[in-house]
């Protein structure tokens, strides 16, 4: 089943469509914004032979002006290095002002893809089109582009809101099962903030979801999107309300850095992050344990981490914590349940607590 959320800011709103095969209908929809057009679709050389070279002919074949190009995937390439060669590639090709940028990937593509568009000849327009879950349940919606810095993920960046988004369901099967569990993660994380519908949804279908049914997947999306097309509306720079999508990020973030970023996929950490979070909050009462154990065992049940392994130590993971981009006026801020559906954003946990929860939460 198909599905279609708007993201409403003015005059930059734009659609995000999901469903299995919607890739299919870039053409017609690039036409809607504008008619033909010089496309460049930014890929991943594995990519490219899965579906680049075919998305690009589809526009050739509507008339559009599209050429493939290539960038490396993975985030030790989500550097100003591979932006530049992005660039090049721009500059060679003669890419204008009104040219429009494909970010056919994963969240790094997208998110490489998204700051070369925002900063070419100071900005051209772009299309997300995100294949992997995580990508498409979060980093394709709202604008946020950037590439790492050696010192930091994302130091330098902008947002840059697309024209549309096009979340092609099909694209999921080709998605390797631990990649495809990550993202569970991040669904799970708007389910906890926002929706016990989607709580609901994600305890009672998690083996039709393993089993990639289309629909099921396009569902858990669909509510994924639209809980972050509304929380974007509301701010969309985040000054407030957009930080509660970090439910899980400050203990998973710094647990990635303490793990080295090979070990954990970012929805792994996250995963990990949820439950520190959440035993902290049930550590205060501010949340009861059953909310903790729900939890646990939809995590557990997509088949992700609920325990940070004990070779990582808690001191380490609040150090880390220092450094993030969440820290504001020195304080760590972290987002903590208070129910299903339902966050608060503070700033007055002590290192203490924090080590606390990590203890609670290691195997
Ligand atoms: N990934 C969090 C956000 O887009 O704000």
Known sequence: MNHRVTVDLGERSYDVRIGAGVRGELPSELSALG???QVAVVTSPHLRELYGDDVAARLRDAGHGAW????????????????????????QRRMERSSLVV????????????????????????????????????????????????????LIG????PQLVLIDIATLKSLPDRQLRAGLAEVLRYAVIQSPPLFSLMEGRVA???????????????????????????????AGLRGTLNYGHTFGHAVEAVAGYARFLHGEAVAIGMVCAAEMAAARG????DFCERQRAVLSAAGLPTN?????GASDVVEAMKLDKKVKGGRVRFIVPTEIGSVEIRDDFSDAEAIAAMEAATA
Not at 72 to 83: F, I, N, R, V
Not at 111 to 134: E, H, N, S, W
Not at 286 to 289: N, Q, S
């Open 35 to 37: 008619g033909p057009t």
């Open 286 to 289: 501010m949340v009861d344990r």
């Open 308 to 312: 940070c392994p004990d070779d990582i």
């Open 103 to 154: 970010a056919l990937g994963g969240g790094v593509v997208g998110d490489v893809a998204g700051f070369v568009a925002a900063t070419y000849m100071r900005g051209v327009r772009f299309v997300q089109m995100p294949t992997t879950l995580i990508s498409q349940v979060d980093s394709s919606v709202g604008g946020k582009t950037a590439v790492d810095h050696p010192m930091g993920k994302n």
């Open 68 to 91: 493939v190009a290539e960038m490396p995937d993975g985030e030790e390439h989500k550097t100003l290095d591979t932006a530049a060669g992005l660039y090049d590639q721009f500059i």
């Open 208 to 238: 039709e979801i393993l089993a990639r049914d289309e629909d099921t997947l396009a569902e858990i999306v669909h509510h994924s999107v639209a809980i972050k097309a509304r929380i974007v509306e509301q701010d969309e720079t985040e």
């Open 158 to 161: 902008a947002f840059h809101q």
